[in-house]
T-cell receptor
Framework: SQQGEEDPQALSIQEGENATMNCSYKTSINNLQWYRQNSGRGLVHLILIRSNEREKHSGRLRVTLDTSKKSSSLLITASRAADTASYFCATVGSSNTGKLIFGQGTTLQVKP | GAGVSQSPSNKVTEKGKDVELRCDPI?????LYWYRQSLGQGLEFLIY????????KSGLPSDRFSAERTGGSVSTLTIQRTQQEDSAVYLC???????????????FGSGTRLTVV
């Protein structure tokens, strides 16, 4: 079963603009992770944020976590055409079994 | 190896046949996961192995699906009597396992695209 929803399902922007994707989840979590998928194959881990963290940065990526609202956002600044991909959030539950449950993803298109 | 290796990368099979999909995780990763992704959809959890613990099979869609992990390393996902709805990309991932210090995520293989005709 899916953990939650991502919003929007699809996003199209111009190169240089910022892209914001949101993720909501249903149960208490240990951590939340964001992944990128190109061309429907393997996923690449981008960033992990723990339940006691509120914000995290990695290069052009900024992730926020609001556990009271059970939501997270991924911001990609100064987007590039190469950022075109599907982005998924995924959560590890607070029981910390390690099992990662994914959302449905946001498809991002960055136009050159 | 340097990454998670899956084989075959593509598999076309006739309805009713059995298939085996293989996953070689990263050496030293104690946790191994199988997911399924249908076209344009998110990832559906199938099964999770962690060390010597009993696997979490809660995501297997039917008793036609099974998986094993031999010697704590290589894993095989078997689908018996395949159906057309089994067509999907099957993704394997491995990780360092139960929660450790540091910023780690799962490392995914490139997947096996299964087509049942």
């Amino acid at each position: 079963s899916q953990q939650g929803e991502e919003d929007p399902q699809a996003l199209s922007i111009q190169e240089g603009e910022n892209a914001t994707m949101n993720c909501s989840y249903k149960t208490s979590i240990n951590n939340l992770q964001w992944y990128r998928q190109n061309s429907g194959r393997g996923l690449v881990h981008l960033i992990l944020i723990r339940s006691n963290e509120r914000e995290k940065h990695s290069g052009r990526l900024r992730v926020t976590l609001d556990t009271s609202k059970k939501s997270s956002s991924l911001l990609i600044t100064a987007s590039r055409a190469a950022d075109t991909a599907s982005y998924f959030c995924a959560t590890v539950g607070s029981s910390n079994t390690g099992k990662l449950i994914f959302g449905q993803g946001t498809t991002l298109q960055v136009k050159p | 190896g340097a990454g998670v290796s899956q084989s075959p990368s593509n598999k076309v099979t006739e309805k009713g046949k059995d298939v085996e999909l293989r996953c070689d995780p990263i050496s030293g990763h104690t946790a191994l996961y199988w997911y399924r992704q249908s076209l344009g959809q998110g990832l559906e959890f199938l099964i999770y192995f962690q060390g010597n613990s009993a696997p979490d099979k809660s995501g297997l869609p039917s008793d036609r699906f099974s998986a094993e992990r031999t010697g704590g390393s290589v894993s095989t996902l078997t689908i018996q009597r395949t159906q057309q709805e089994d067509s999907a990309v099957y993704l394997c991932a491995s990780s360092l396992g139960m929660f450790l210090q540091g910023n780690y995520g799962y490392t995914f293989g490139s997947g096996t695209r299964l087509t049942v005709v």
